[in-house]
């Protein structure tokens, strides 16, 4: 029998140190070992998964799919219905919703099938875009006209406005308070970018109005949070200021 | 009903047409009761909800004999041979006709059992050098449910190794026919009509350390002489759970005030250990099923440290008011009605899925401090109980609380199993060292 004097409790004769404190165990001289044995085997026998491994691609893969044939059902719904009515083959009305559908297809089909390559998947989408407006402006009376003053400047801004933003927030090494200054300076930048785009084309100059009211508001915002994150951070412990502290480890 | 002499593959006909029932159909199904579906919407490797209960033989355990007497003890219990599948709705148990198979123990025990695989069984038979284990998933049964059935398949072993009795006594055989009352869903039969409102608790003291890697769970036995825990508990006038309760609180206010002055401040809070009540004594059940409820007796830090006397007092006193049929049966009809309301039978399984573990993490489960489950004094037959040296209650894991004990007494020892998923034993150093402090000798033993 063995015993551990700081607990005042018998272990195992085979036990080196006490399980509750770990100190040394005295062993008697007549220690018997041989009816004691381990009561658990040493090996550590995984647990099967609830359900088997689908690697994260092929699932990806799966949906894309069930999306795919999902888009299906509405388009040829649209298709039948129009030809019903038209009493022809011909596509009239029907072309909007066939067109919007393929658009949702193309924004759902992008980022699950070119996840983690952000850059494509915003030219995806873009391109998506740019294909959807340039078909609706031209579906309206034959021609390409409002879509250059309005929806590709919007489109461009949009996409590199984003583009900045995310590729920033990506390769910034000290991740906070300083993805939030990104978004709101993209923000303001969409905001003037928007104004400067619509009153050109309805006043034919170049004039700011209400952007100038987003735009004072969240700079000073996101200045303060970039002062925040690289400049007060490094003079006081924030954590210690909002005590935060890690949990102890036994 | 019982029939010693029919042969097993008759059992095995009267049994699966028992299975198939008057509809001929190929399986049945059935709901889950009111734990269940409360355990089945929390599982997850993190909240495994497995709980483990062995029987130590006198020689090493026959594999081959031990499947034998699996494949023959489980049609006496249709409502274990179950797999769990998913609805849009609610989860339910499908009759899995395949026969369990044995498996190899591990360091680790009471792991996640994937319940909603094809064809897996909600319990896992393990077998190490002596001992047989089964690892119960707490949606199927509780404590008494699964004591039932290892009784049975310990004796079904000793029947295959060759070894006859004359009276088995209250253990299952598998050549009887299971009575429909095994099968109820005993929270709806014994819940009655009250409006008695809902109490909410405030958070309990929870022990502050960081969780180990999922999967790692550590157990602490303390093996004691049950005449000398009688003895000490008597001279309190309480009983043994009683003692044992008081002595797990007074170790974790001892803890507490372990802490330096930062961390005492922060965590000064209600001491509750959650006391889970085997309700088959107070409503006359035969159910297999969960058919367990709780109480919390416990201490307020808050008003000062409690000397043991007063632990007792509280604890002693509390348990003799709340360990009443009235005050469950208002429980058990507040907790059967969440899942009677249409909204919530409307709900998609995946939002109760998701709201339930948060559910378990935020509301509830921080309400205590620990948990002590006690399955009583173990007896068998005396032709059963020559070849069985140990049995042993394993509580599941409790990932908020971190440590919870379990306690079943067997011949002349008391067994307290102490599962943690931290690594250091300090709530069992407390404790172990009070229980010696008080003159009963204790031996550890760990995985």
């Given amino acids: 029998m063995s015993y551990c004097i700081n607990c005042n409790v018998e272990v195992d004769s085979f036990i080196e140190k006490c399980p509750l404190c770990q100190s040394i165990i005295q062993k008697s001289d007549n220690i018997d070992q041989i009816f004691e044995e381990k009561k658990y085997p040493t090996e550590i026998i995984e647990e099967e998964k609830d359900e088997p491994k689908i690697s994260d691609k092929r699932k990806r893969f799966v949906a894309w799919e069930a999306v795919s044939v999902s888009a299906v059902v509405p388009l040829l719904i649209v298709l039948g219905i129009n030809m019903f009515v038209e009493r022809s083959f011909t596509i009239t009305w029907g072309k909007y919703p066939l067109t919007g559908i393929v658009l949702a297809w193309l924004l759902i089909s992008v980022p699950l099938l070119l996840l983690k390559r952000p850059i494509l998947i915003v030219v995806g989408e873009t391109l998506s875009l740019i294909a959807f407006l340039v078909l609706i402006d031209f579906y309206d009376n034959g021609a390409i006209d409002w879509y250059y003053q309005i929806a590709l400047p919007i489109i461009g801004l949009t996409a590199l406005v984003t583009s900045i933003v995310v590729i920033l927030s990506i390769k910034v090494k000290n991740k906070g308070v300083n993805i939030a200054a990104f978004v709101l300076f993209g923000i303001s930048a969409m905001c003037l970018g928007l104004d400067l785009i619509i009153l050109s084309y309805i006043h034919e100059t170049i004039t700011i109005k209400w952007s100038l009211y987003v735009i004072i508001p969240l700079t000073i915002i996101g200045g303060f949070l970039l002062y925040l994150h690289y400049r007060l951070t490094r003079i006081v412990d924030m954590k210690r200021v909002l005590e935060i502290k890690k949990k102890l480890k036994a | ?447």
């Fill in chain 2, 1 to 447: 009903m019982v029939n010693n002499d029919a042969p097993y593959s008759e059992t095995f006909k009267v049994h699966d047409r028992f299975l198939v029932g008057v509809s001929d159909r190929d399986n049945e199904w059935h709901r889950l009761e009111n734990a269940a579906t409360g355990f089945s919407l929390i599982s997850s490797p993190k909240i495994p909800q497995v709980f483990r209960l062995s029987a130590t033989m006198n020689e090493t355990i026959n594999i081959t004999q031990l499947q034998k007497a699996l494949n023959n003890i489980i049609v006496r219990f249709p409502y274990f041979r179950v797999n769990m599948k998913t609805s849009i709705f609610w989860h339910f148990w499908e009759t899995n006709l395949d026969y369990p198979k044995i498996y190899p123990d591990s360091k680790y025990p009471n792991n996640f059992i994937p319940i909603t695989n094809k064809s897996e069984f909600p319990f896992r038979v393990k077998a190490y050098k002596k001992r047989i284990a089964i690892e119960y998933s707490h949606c199927l049964t509780d404590g008494t449910g699964g004591l039932t059935f290892l009784k049975a398949l310990v004796a079904e072993y000793l029947n295959v190794r060759g070894i006859k009795s004359e009276d088995w006594g209250d253990i299952l055989r598998p050549n009887q026919i299971p009575k429909l009352e095994e099968y109820e869903d005993a929270y709806r039969r014994y819940s009655q009509k009250v409006r008695t409102g809902r109490e909410f608790l405030s958070n309990a003291f929870i022990i502050p350390f960081k969780r180990e890697k999922v999967g790692i769970y550590h157990i602490t036995k303390g093996l004691m002489p049950i005449k000398k825990v009688l003895e000490e508990s008597k001279s309190f006038g309480i009983s043994i759970t009683e003692y044992i309760v008081s002595i797990y609180i007074e170790s974790l206010q001892e803890l507490l005030y372990s802490f330096p002055a930062n961390l005492l401040k922060k965590n000064l809070k209600p001491i509750r250990i959650m006391v889970p009540v085997n309700l088959r004594n107070l409503f006359p059940s035969k159910t297999m099923r969960n058919f367990s409820l709780y109480i919390l007796p416990g201490i307020d830090p808050r008003l000062g440290r409690y000397n043991f006397d007063e632990i007792v007092r509280q604890v002693h006193h509390f348990m003799k008011k709340e360990v009443h049929p009235k005050a469950f049966t208002s429980t058990m009809y507040k907790n059967t009605t969440i899942e009677r309301r249409m909204f919530l039978r409307l709900t998609p399984l995946a939002l109760k899925k998701f709201f339930g573990q948060r559910g378990y993490y935020y509301l509830g489960t921080p309400a205590y401090t620990g948990i002590l489950t006690n399955l009583g004094r173990i007896k068998l037959p005396e032709e059963v109980e020559k070849y069985v040296e140990d049995v042993e209650f394993v509580p599941a894991q409790v990932p908020v609380n971190k440590v919870g004990a379990a306690m079943v007494s067997y011949k002349d020892k008391l067994n307290i199993n102490f599962g943690r998923i931290i690594k250091d034993p300090i709530v069992e150093r407390f404790f172990f060292r009070n229980i010696a402090k008080k003159g009963i000798p204790v031996k550890i033993e760990t995985n």
